[in-house]
């Protein structure tokens, strides 16, 4: 379980929030100048990296506020938390555990227990 | 008689006498008696029987680490496979011994022993397979499952159990000897402190052996009284006991589950237990290690010990498992063992070690020659043998000569391992120790600190080092502590998993797992059949899967495997350690959420009267809605929606519709807002008009459906569908504050705020003229979709004019507190013209009747507006709403698609069902290409006949063909596809 720092409340337990998905997804206005694709990846194409990812919560059972975070998935560690309106951090100013060819963090990622 | 002295300690009461019964037969112990502890007292050896062979088994262990001495305790709804070892006894508990039949003495099931050349591993995977599929599900599942397996489930249980949270500052998991240093370290230091031990004695290993002869010149027990007596008095510090941690997540959240009645018998309707959820900024791991056992031939047999568990039995409850007992041992960690009989004027019956003279610790050597106990060194049991018991062993000395010493009783030790279980589970890093030849915590992956034996640091005279040394970050007073020893203070060990047998036979078996009576052979036929790979043989074989996890065995699986692999155990790697540390009830996970409170029950304001007008309910999500309303208790629910139709078609009838999604929205751009989030447009309707409205899902299917309220371009009221409301209400507030920022614009659910009561049926202007006798009712002053606001008797209420059964009909919202009121009004004064409330199934008949589609019945996530023949339903002069584009994607512009249609039977006694396949053939064969299928089936009154609603590919040009409905016996039904309406087509009711 996570502790997540909303920028309303405070920390709280992970239980009072839901997980929103990739953030900075930007919505093209639905005219039919769109093409297919580009509207079809909007709809149905979400990241899902090993490493930093940029993710939406909302404060579900709280003040029902979404905010956007900065999360290592590989680690589970919440680096950056931020408002909608907030600019979005550069990628480069977090230090990224993901060093092995495979992707494999040495650490936390819950597929070793062995120090190799 | 097996007991040592009777004088009262802090562990065992010895005046006070406990009766209790296993299997039948009533035995005492003392006060502070584990069952196991005091069945031992008792000259116990035989406690239960094995998993797969039906062996019979003793106590192994003193502890939680206990693979074989589970049993059912009938006096607490039947517990199964509770551990003996750690179960304190109380009056008139009643204990049962678990998978064996007719008795343990004769276990019929023993026969697998005979016959277990045939059950290697892998055994069920590969034999029962055929000859047909059912043959596992309906023959051989049944009869594995009666013969094999543990315990049986309970039949009825209502455990109590609560829940509690913790935010502190450091945790301290484990109370013996490094915990309690922990502990006293930080007495009135800023930090808040939990001690968390599984015992109900602080102490460890002070209590459990002779190891520590003094702790800062007094007496361990001494010294213990005196440190737990200091942190209770201290105020940061607070200590849970019978508190087992069974689980460490991320973010240092420990679960802990707490045992309220520890020696006595649980009381009903009391907690039993509490689930302690702790949150803290640095754990520390001060929970021990745990002794290992050895393979060879029988070394299952009752009678064999672990060597630290029988001298726990000893110091820590006052009995003596054997008065001689043969020791066996490959380390150090037996030492203490000697030294305890011998302090209590025993003496071992032979000791044998497999390591050399001169790597035996000397203090140990010169206890074994000082009393004269025959000692082997540089030798091994290559056996143990005897009829439901230990009677003898086999030694092959150092000469190689196989010497046979008879004996009931053998201690064991073959190691320790530091218990990194939660050290694991926290995602720390192991690492091999060569030297002491187990896996020890190398990095820690959160904010961990271990301690003592729990981080392999099994040297006593390094506490002092170790502590300061991790204690640094506090940045309190360096810890001093002089201990005096009774044994050496290193540990040492030599290599050795196995001992082969001096004959291999097809029966004989060396051990590797107890609980699942997994054997040294099955570890190589895996490693030869290609599950090589640690995880996989675990699965393979079962090894260490079992309630104790392996605790006293994995390591040793992993020994064997990494010498037959020829690699290093480090290579070999060890299986993950997954939470729970022990298994823990679904009570105490429970909690409070359990029965009645498991899931929160809504109920409308009016529940009361529909409870006493004998409604039946039907769950729709959380609410309790009534499904229809029996005139007598004979009344079949099919006759009481036949009549109840029937009477809202001729009379009147009122639903009480109070659990529909209302969401109110509020903002200058409330206007433009809603225009995004339904597909209609709102723009040119009147304030106090009404709309049914759609809502898509960006990939443009049917989301929801509702009518909109407008009561001005800043202010609408939008009801949902029940099941519906909290994704509306969620959908709404995610685009207003993610996507359409710029908007001014606020939504709040007043579902519960407001009742809604449906009144349709062609008398219902009769009654609500009588009902609201200011209000005019009339089709000038207050046509079809529209509203308006009143007062009634210094209520406000809001009455919409709209239907959902086909018939005309008002929608009257009520404050909740004044909803009886209202309702009781309208069923008076409709009493004369024949009202009846109806149920929720006749509103499902009558809006099928009229092609009202409700959402997640008749659509299923990919139903698009269009598919339903609602295409005037779409805003298309707007630039833009919720799933706007999807609506011209190339999927949803399809020619194949579904889409709803009417279907009749043609032969009108026939009856159609939901979820029936619409087909073109009469006859059915494999493969048959299906249209689709029916999402509504109702039998009506109006028509005489059944009906239904279905989606079909390509299905509104069928219209006006002939089709087949196939049934599950592999029929046909001639069926007609028709319009999707049946009643009222040309909509003059609604008007009227």
């Known amino acids: ?116 | 008689m097996s007991e040592l002295n009777l004088t009262d300690n802090k562990f065992i009461q010895f005046h006070q006498k406990i009766g209790f019964k296993f299997d039948g037969v009533k035995y005492y112990g003392y006060k502070g008696d584990t069952i196991a502890s005091a069945l031992i007292r008792n000259n116990i050896k035989l406690i239960g029987r094995s998993f797969k062979y039906h062996r019979p088994r003793g106590f192994y262990t003193c502890g939680i680490e206990e693979p074989n001495a589970l049993v059912q305790i009938i006096s607490e709804f039947s517990e199964p496979n509770t551990r003996a070892t750690i179960k304190k006894i109380y009056e008139g508990m009643e204990i049962e011994s678990q998978n064996r039949w007719p008795s343990l003495e004769t276990d019929i099931g023993g026969i697998n022993n005979i016959f277990s050349p045939v059950f290697p591993a892998g055994f069920y995977y590969k034999t029962f397979m055929g000859p047909h599929k059912n043959f596992w599900k309906k023959i051989y599942e049944p009869i594995i499952r009666k013969a094999a397996g543990l315990g049986k489930p309970p039949k009825e249980f209502k455990a109590v159990s609560t829940h509690v949270n913790h935010n502190v500052d450091v945790t301290i998991v484990g109370g013996g000897l490094n915990g309690l240093i922990a502990a006293k370290s930080l007495i009135d230091t800023k930090f808040s402190v939990l001690l968390i031990d599984f015992d109900d004695q602080l102490g460890g290993i002070l209590n459990n052996s002779n190891k520590v002869q003094s702790v800062n010149n007094q007496t361990p027990m001494d010294w213990i009284s005196e440190t737990v007596k200091d942190i209770e008095n201290s105020k940061n510090i607070k200590i849970l006991r019978n508190t087992l941690v069974t689980t460490y997540n991320y973010i240092n959240h420990l679960i802990a589950v707490e045992d309220k009645f520890v020696g006595s018998r649980p009381l009903k309707d009391k907690v039993n237990s509490t689930l302690h959820k702790i949150r803290t900024d640095q754990v520390i791991l001060s929970n021990g290690h745990i002794e290992r056992f050895l393979s060879f031939q029988n070394n299952d047999l009752p009678g064999i010990m672990l060597c630290s568990s029988f001298e726990k039995y000893m110091c820590r409850y006052g009995v003596m498992p054997s008065k001689e007992t043969v020791i066996f041992s490959n380390n150090s960690n037996s030492e203490s063992l000697v030294f305890s009989l011998i302090k209590k004027g025993f003496k071992p019956k032979a000791y044998i070690d497999s390591r050399s003279g001169e790597n035996i610790e000397p203090d140990l050597f010169d206890l074994i020659r000082k009393n004269d106990i025959p000692l082997y060194t540089n030798s091994q049991i290559k056996g143990a043998f005897g009829s439901k018991k230990l009677q003898k062993i086999l030694v092959e000395d150092s000469s190689g000569r196989f010497n046979e010493i008879k004996t009931d009783f053998l201690c064991l030790s073959g190691g320790i391992n530091p218990d990194v279980h939660l050290f694991t589970q926290s995602k720390g890093l192991l690492d091999w120790d060569e030297k002491d030849l187990t896996y020890k915590p190398a990095q820690a992956f959160q904010p961990t600190i271990t301690l003592g034996s729990a981080s392999g640091q099994f040297d006593f005279n390094s506490i002092n080092k170790e502590i300061n040394e991790k204690f640094d970050i506090f940045g309190i007073k360096p810890v001093q502590i002089d201990l005096e020893l009774n044994t050496s203070h290193k540990f040492k060990i030599e290599k050795l998993w196995e001992v082969l047998p001096q004959k291999q036979t097809i029966w004989s078996k060396s051990f590797i797992d107890l609980q699942n009576d997994v054997t040294t052979k099955d570890i190589r036929q895996a490693i030869s059949e290609g599950f090589d790979r640690i995880e996989h043989l675990k699965r393979y074989t079962t090894n260490s899967m079992g309630t104790d996890q392996g605790k006293i065995s994995s390591i040793n699986a992993l020994g064997i495997v990494s010498d037959l692999l020829d690699k290093k155990v480090n290579e070999v790697g060890t299986t993950i350690y997954r939470p729970p540390y022990a298994p823990l009830s679904f009570a105490a996970i429970a909690g409070r959420n359990s029965y009645e409170y498991y899931d929160p029950e809504r109920k409308s304001p009016i529940h009361n009267w529909h409870i006493s007008n004998g409604a039946v309910f039907e769950d729709v999500g959380q609410w309790k809605r009534p499904w229809y309303f029996p005139i007598n208790k004979y009344e079949t629910m099919d006759d009481a929606v036949q009549r109840e139709s029937k009477n809202v078609r001729e009379n009147a009838g009122v639903l009480d519709g109070s659990t529909l999604g209302k969401i109110e929205i509020k903002g200058k751009d409330a206007l433009a807002f809603m225009n995004l989030i339904y597909t209609n447009s709102f723009s040119k309707m009147k304030p106090g008009s009404s709309r049914y409205a759609l809502m898509l899902g960006e990939d443009g299917m049917v989301k929801d459906d509702g009518i909109i309220c407008k009561i001005s371009d800043e202010h609408f009221i939008a009801t949902t569908t029940t099941g519906g409301a909290a994704t509306v209400l969620e959908c709404m507030e995610e685009y207003a504050q993610t996507e359409w920022t710029n908007l001014n614009v606020y939504m709040n659910s007043i579902t519960e705020q407001y009742a809604t009561f449906n009144i349709s049926g062609p008398k219902t202007r009769n009654i609500i003229e009588k009902v609201f006798p200011e209000v005019n009712f009339s089709n000038e002053a207050f046509p079809f979709m529209t509203f308006q606001f009143h007062e009634y008797e210094d209520t406000p209420i809001r009455i919409l004019r709209a239907s959902f059964t086909g018939e005309m009909g008002y929608e009257i919202y009520v404050p909740s507190n004044q909803a009886i009121k209202i309702w009781e009004k309208i069923i008076n004064f409709g009493k004369e013209f024949g009202l009846k409330p109806y149920g929720t199934e006749t509103m499902h008949l009558l809006r099928a009747e009229k092609g009202y589609i409700i959402v997640g019945q008749d659509t299923d996530g990919s139903v698009t507006p269009l598919d339903l023949g609602l295409d005037w339903m779409i805003g298309k002069s707007k630039k833009d709403f919720l799933g706007k584009r999807s609506l011209i994607r190339s999927d949803t512009v399809r020619k194949d698609r579904k889409q709803l249609v009417g279907i009749l039977p043609i032969n009108k006694n026939d009856k159609l069902e939901e979820g029936q396949h619409i087909i073109l053939d009469k006859e059915i064969k494999t493969p048959m290409p299906m249209l689709g299928h029916i999402t509504s089936c109702y039998q009506s009154p109006t028509l005489g006949h059944n009906f239904a609603l279905a989606v079909i590919k390509n299905g509104q040009s069928l219209i006006g063909t002939k089709a087949f409905a196939s049934t599950p016996e592999l029929k046909t039904i001639e069926v007609e596809i028709v319009e999707p309406i049946f009643y009222d087509k040309k909509n003059t009711k609604l008007a009227s």
């Open chain 1, 1 to 116: 379980m996570l502790i997540i720092d909303c920028p309303y409340c405070g920390p709280r337990d992970q239980s009072e929030f839901s997980n929103g998905g990739e953030a900075h997804v930007k919505r093209p206005d639905g005219s039919a100048d769109i093409g297919d694709r580009e509207w079809g990846e909007y709809v149905f194409i979400r990241a899902n990296p090993k490493g930093i990812f940029y993710e939406r919560w909302v404060h579900s059972h709280g003040c029902r506020k979404w905010f956007n975070c900065v999360r290592d998935t590989s680690t589970d560690e919440i680096l950056k938390i931020y408002k909608i309106d907030e600019e979005r951090p550069k990628l480069d100013s977090f230090k990224n555990n993901v060093k092995t060819p495979s992707g494999e963090p040495n650490l936390g990622s819950g597929n070793f227990t062995v120090k190799k």
